[in-house]
């Protein structure tokens, strides 16, 4: 997972900012709407959500489904269902899956 966070830092699209986003203070900027107002999703989360590929975070595999506790449940979900797989082709089409 750490070639996909490099790749991301050199995008600028991971943020670090401790009194906004908690004591670890890095999360990736998924996107900023046209009011300026950002969506985000903490580096612990994201890490929770596709453990299942951590090591091989490629575009197919970050697309694909997986499993993860949420709360304590179960529960198996694809990218797409996630809300994440438009941000996976956002970065595939910026190349960051070219390490």
Not at 5 to 24: C, H, M, N, S, T
Not at 43 to 57: A, C, H, M, R, Y
């Amino acid at each position: 997972m750490e070639q996909l966070y490099l790749a991301l830092k050199r995008e600028r699209l991971i943020l670090r900012d401790p009194v906004k986003y908690g004591e670890k203070g890095e999360v990736i900027l998924l996107e900023v709407d046209r009011k300026g107002v950002t969506s985000t999703v903490s580096i612990e989360t994201f890490k929770e959500l596709f453990s299942d590929v951590l090591d091989n975070p490629t575009y197919e595999a970050l697309s694909g489904t997986h499993t993860f506790f949420l709360e304590g449940k179960q529960h198996t979900m694809t990218a797409k269902e996630m809300g994440y797989q438009e941000h996976f082709d956002q970065w595939k089409d910026k190349g960051i899956f070219s390490y």
